[in-house]
């Protein structure tokens, strides 16, 4: 599975960099081979999904046996092999970035709030202990870092002006390349869950947030096929969770038509009855739009028509309800509310 070593002509279950070395099969690096992230997908489906869960459930155990992801989010890409903060050990750019985007795409909501709450404290930078070189902004992914110098204080990156030792070329590790944002960017966007699939003129909108988000904007989104006026297509939206009332809304918008749309909302906690049934009702009133709810209180409810049913989708540690087979017109706002 690891493949050979060209130096031993041995199956490749260790790897040796430099001083350091560590198990493949602790390997976070593996998880993005598995799953093709870089490809533009949001699930994995086929043969190779199989491979990805029992790696994932692996590497998600070892992972939570480690002091600074239980208490931080913090990864650690051996699975806590002792690197010393170097070289694949606490890689807080893509390392980070690599298990996030595995616990989003398995729909594990609880594993990536932790995630998250990681790529929250390493992405900033203050100014808290010294000030940091002129270059930086406080708010960047950095590679290498000791994660016991954040129970210490310390700025991550160890920048400060007048320090020629510890300028630019010191402060985002690997000479700040740009992987460090781009992966922190590709977990957004999988969070944000909005994807064009061609083969059937259909936009998904399937959001992953958090369980301590509540909203979420997505201003002049892109999305890609060769149908729409320059290739590209413009979307502006808005979704929102109200818990405290047990309900969510969606408001969304495009340039240009959008022939059929599928919304996944949630998540929601993992409590439904296999036997509850959702639906989506158009209100008689124009001005209310979209609504989302229980079956058995608004089938006979004369304020409201029924559309079509919805589905009830149940993950790992979460609850998620599909709409499907919506259509939105261009410049025009699609709204749609949902009461648990």
């Known amino acids: 599975m690891n493949g050979i070593n060209a130096d031993s002509g041995k199956a490749y279950d260790v790897a040796d960099y430099y001083v350091y070395k560590f198990p493949i099969h602790k390997w976070t690096r593996q998880l993005p081979f598995i799953q093709d992230y870089d490809f533009d997908i949001d699930e994995i489906v086929g043969l190779p999904a199989e491979i990805n869960k029992t790696s994932y459930d692996y590497i998600l155990h070892e992972m939570a046996t480690g002091y600074f992801f239980r208490k931080y989010g913090f990864v650690s890409n051996t699975c806590w092999q002792d690197n010393d903060g170097r070289h694949d050990d606490t890689m807080a750019g893509y390392g980070q970035n690599y298990m996030t985007q595995a616990t989003l795409i398995a729909d594990d909501v609880n594993a990536y709030t932790k995630c998250f709450e990681g790529i929250a404290r390493l992405g900033y930078d203050g100014d808290i202990?010294?000030?940091?070189?002129?270059?930086m902004n406080p708010w960047i992914m950095h590679e290498c870092f000791k994660y016991e110098n954040y129970?210490?204080?310390?700025?991550?990156?160890?920048?400060?002006?007048?320090?020629?030792?510890?300028?630019?070329?010191?402060?985002?590790?690997?000479?700040?390349?740009?992987?460090?944002?781009?992966?922190?960017?590709?977990?957004?966007?999988?969070?944000?869950?909005?994807?064009?699939?061609?083969?059937?003129?259909?936009?998904?909108?399937?959001?992953?947030?958090?369980?301590?988000?509540?909203?979420?904007?997505?201003?002049?989104?892109?999305?890609?096929?060769?149908?729409?006026?320059?290739?590209?297509?413009?979307?502006?939206?808005?979704?929102?969770?109200?818990?405290?009332?047990?309900?969510?809304?969606?408001?969304?918008?495009?340039?240009?038509?959008?022939?059929?749309?599928?919304?996944?909302?949630?998540?929601?906690?993992?409590?439904?009855?296999?036997?509850?049934?959702?639906?989506?009702?158009?209100?008689?009133?124009?001005?209310?739009?979209?609504?989302?709810?229980r079956v058995c209180e608004y089938k006979d409810d004369a304020a409201f028509t029924f559309v079509s049913d919805c589905e009830l989708m149940q993950a790992k540690n979460a609850s998620w309800i599909w709409a499907k087979n919506l259509r939105l017109d261009s410049n025009k706002k699609l709204s749609i509310k949902l009461c648990l």
């Open 129 to 135: 202990v010294e000030p940091l070189a002129f270059e």
């Open 151 to 293: 129970e210490q204080g310390l700025d991550h990156t160890f920048g400060r002006e007048g320090d020629p030792a510890r300028a630019i070329m010191h402060n985002p590790g690997d000479e700040g390349n740009l992987v460090q944002a781009s992966e922190t960017l590709k977990s957004i966007s999988l969070v944000a869950g909005l994807n064009y699939i061609s083969e059937t003129n259909t936009l998904v909108f399937k959001p992953r947030m958090p369980w301590e988000y509540n909203e979420m904007k997505l201003v002049d989104y892109p999305v890609f096929d060769s149908k729409f006026s320059g290739g590209i297509n413009r979307v502006e939206l808005e979704f929102k969770h109200e818990r405290w009332k047990r309900e969510s809304s969606l408001c969304i918008s495009a340039k240009e038509d959008v022939e059929n749309i599928e919304v996944r909302f949630g998540p929601y906690a993992h409590h439904f009855s296999e036997k509850l049934s959702y639906a989506l009702y158009k209100a008689k009133d124009a001005s209310q739009g979209l609504l989302i709810g």
